[in-house]
């Protein structure tokens, strides 16, 4: 299943914008998605079941879905099978999800919630992880895909400006399926990194799809 999702050394873009920012709303995510694709990208991950409805609309190329919901002090990206049941309706090819250990808000197992996504939605699975373990543990579940999109976000790993590369070349050494480099991938010797890190796929969200971060780094670093 996973060997289908994304080429091997493919850029996939992520396209979210919160409601903090100018850009939050189907309508920009579809703009963004559509020049993400004219651009080369062989996935798009979007966040919700209405920006992936309108990317899926104007954009022919595999989509990495996410549903966050909840508290981002806990589980929140794709926490439960309703939410990704949510952006499978609504065109996501992809399901991506929380794959630490911790505890589900419905008290569900990874493994379960896995299955249930295999059997009832029928797409493969990919698990966002902060570290080593977590990778073990969610391949273990049965994830299809491990990326590093939560490393630096959890407690279990520092946060830094630049991606987790030493991850990256862990989890390629350690777990036996794709690994998705994903998170403060700011440039191309950045993506280069990820690749020569053993990564399969490297995913971009900031550093394309985010002016009002960008412009704000730039600023602050001429502070
Ligand atoms: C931690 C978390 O919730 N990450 C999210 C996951 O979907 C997004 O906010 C990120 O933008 C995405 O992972 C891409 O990373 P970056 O934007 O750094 O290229």
């Keep these: 299943m996973s060997d289908a999702v994304f080429p091997f050394r493919s850029i996939v873009v992520s396209c979210q914008a919160g409601a903090d920012n100018p850009l939050h ?26 920006d992936v409805a309108a990317i899926s609309a104007v954009v022919d190329l595999p989509i990495l879905g996410i549903n966050k919901t909840g508290d981002r002090a806990g589980v929140y990206i794709t926490p439960s099978f309703e939410s990704a049941a949510a952006v499978v309706r609504a065109g996501a090819t992809v399901i991506a999800l929380d794959g630490t250990p911790r505890p589900r808000p419905d ?23 902060d570290s080593l373990a977590a990778g073990r543990h969610a391949r273990a579940a049965g ?37 998705v ?3 403060r991938f700011w440039s191309r010797d950045d993506v280069l990194a990820g690749f020569e890190a053993g990564a399969h796929t490297v995913v971009v969200g900031t550093a394309i799809t985010n002016p009002m971060a960008i412009t704000r780094r730039l600023v602050e670093a001429v502070r």
């Design 25 to 50: 709303g189907p309508g920009p995510m579809a703009l963004m998605a559509r020049a993400a694709a004219a651009g080369g990208a062989a996935g798009i991950r979007a966040n919700g079941p209405d």
């Design 143 to 179: 994830v299809d895909l491990v990326g590093t999109t939560l490393a630096g976000y959890t407690g279990e790993s520092a946060d830094g400006d630049g991606p987790d590369l030493a991850l990256v070349r862990e989890l390629a050494a350690e777990v036996d399926c794709p690994i």
């Design 107 to 129: 008290g569900a197992s990874l493994a379960d919630l896995v299955a249930a996504i295999h059997d009832r939605l029928g797409v493969p699975v990919m698990a966002d992880v």
């Design 181 to 183: 480099a994903e998170g």
